[in-house]
């Protein structure tokens, strides 16, 4: 394919893949990355089978047909062989032990391809498959998943009561989405809790908003990138021009929660903020060739620029986090999530779809930073109330309880101001008070319990709380980064 006057020799689906819980929510296959970027995997075509790639077949070809016969001719109830054939492929892909790769039949091979419309329904977040488990990358901004409270590394061990064990990731996916207004009665286990998290999300109607941006203090602008999708450049460009127009001093990008997407959707806005020459990321296949990909049209800015990174960046916000780390611009944070291998996806004539691990990607210094993540210049940790999952909605919390939920409950107060004496989970008098003390400001009934309409309201003053740059403790060290940069 060709971008921007420079050959790419890699089609790239990155990111998990956009394999979300409320859709198998991906970015590529033949026909839809052709349409995105000119071509298919090596010059618009797939690339070559040879002799010496097939010998391993060839050799062990009369056991595979002996399996298959043995299957159709006696196993006791009626086998389809499509079905066969299916299970043979899904099962070499999944011998190699990679998250990343995946083969779909022609169902979900359908599912993928209708991902990238304008919105979807489900209940918002990134997921991946870590040590067998269904594990979130990031839930969508204003999504469900974010509102349930759902969290970067959370485990979902089971759905509506089915468990989610052996299950790959396209089949687990399958369970967790569902049409809009229907509840997915989440099991869900967060690292350093004991206990398994009992969340229910209302699936709804996701729409695909890549990009926000505002104008902060002091004349910083600030820029969030939700994901890398086929449009996110061109937002990206619009809403920077605003930004300039204002008299912008400072740039803040954040890819917080980002799990990546398209390639050639990153390197376009690299292109605009780096300059001409300079390198972005490469590329390296299985025989160790590499490919550089380099600015060829950009001008340095005249503003300095910082990074917001945390867990839930991932892949293609990592190639942006790198590249821009490379050419001098810190990042503040968290490490990032560590996805540094690049996908294509390709049609079977059949309509199923095969989607494999093709090569690394290397930050401009080489590196590559597969499972270890980019580490920010400035270290920003999130406070306790981060990891806290709000109350839900279907379970009362009241005097004397110890649980969990109750913890969680302690720790929402306490990130809203409204100060209960502990956060070990036990629903003390203080903490009641703490509760009825939020209700009085939001005109409820003061029972000190949470109920359904506590718990809503609780959830919504919990996500403002969080969105609110004062409360944005990353951001706010982000911003004093870059207010010395300004200087």
Do not use: C
């Amino acid at each position: 394919m060709y971008f921007r006057g420079r050959t790419v020799a890699l089609l790239l689906v990155f990111a998990v893949l956009f394999s979300s819980l409320a859709t198998a929510a991906v970015a590529g296959d033949g026909s839809l990355l052709s349409q995105v970027t000119g071509s298919s995997f090596l010059s618009g075509n797939k690339a070559p089978v040879s002799g010496k790639d097939v010998e391993g077949l060839e050799d062990n070809l009369n056991k595979l047909k002996e399996a298959y016969g043995t299957i159709k001719s006696r196993y006791i109830h009626d086998v389809d062989d499509q079905k066969l054939i299916d299970g043979a492929i899904r099962g070499m892909v999944e011998s190699l032990d990679d998250p990343y790769s995946a083969y779909m039949d022609k169902k979900t091979a359908k599912q993928f391809h209708s991902s990238m419309e304008s919105s979807f329904q489900g209940i918002g977040a990134e997921v991946t498959m870590k040590k067998g488990r269904v594990t979130i990358v990031s839930p969508f901004k204003g999504s469900p998943a974010e509102k349930a409270g759902l969290r970067p590394e959370d485990q979902i061990v089971k759905v509506n009561d089915i468990s989610l064990e052996g299950m790959d990731l396209n089949e687990a996916v399958a369970k967790i989405k569902g049409p809009k207004g229907s509840k997915a009665r989440l099991e869900v286990l967060r690292p350093g809790q004991d206990e398994l998290m009992k969340v229910t999300v209302v699936r709804d109607e996701i729409p695909i908003e890549t990009v926000h941006s505002r104008m902060l203090e002091d004349k910083i602008g600030k820029i969030e990138i939700t994901q890398f999708s086929e449009d996110t450049s061109k937002e990206v460009t619009k809403q920077l021009d605003k930004l300039e127009e204002k008299g912008m001093k400072g740039l803040v990008i954040d890819v917080r929660g980002n799990p990546g997407g398209l390639l050639p959707s990153v390197l376009e806005i690299l292109e605009k903020l780096l300059p001409e020459g300079k390198m972005l990321m490469m590329t390296e296949d299985k025989s160790g060739n590499k490919v550089e990909y380099r600015a060829e049209e950009g001008k340095k800015k005249k503003y300095p620029i910082i990074v917001l990174t945390d867990k839930g960046s991932a892949s293609a916000s990592e190639i942006l986090a790198g590249a821009m780390k490379s050419a001098g611009y810190p990042t503040v944070g968290q490490t990032t999530f560590g996805k540094g291998t690049v996908q294509t996806a390709e049609d079977f004539s059949d309509g199923s779809n095969l989607k494999l691990t093709m090569a690394k990607w290397l930050t401009p210094e080489g590196k590559w930073i597969h499972k270890k993540g980019i580490k920010p210049d400035v270290k920003a940790k999130l406070p306790d109330y981060y990891r806290a999952a709000p109350p839900q909605p279907d379970k009362l919390l009241k005097r004397d309880q110890s649980s969990h939920h109750v913890k969680n409950l302690q720790l929402v107060l306490e990130g809203l101001g409204y100060r209960p004496d502990r956060t070990d989970g036990y629903f003390s008098e203080q903490t009641a008070t703490a509760v009825k003390a939020f209700q009085k400001t939001h005109k409820l009934k003061m029972t000190g319990e949470v109920d359904k309409k506590t718990a809503l309201k609780l959830q919504e003053e919990f996500i403002k709380m969080l969105r609110k740059p004062d409360s944005d403790l990353q951001l706010r060290v982000g911003v004093e980064t870059l207010k010395k940069k300004m200087k």
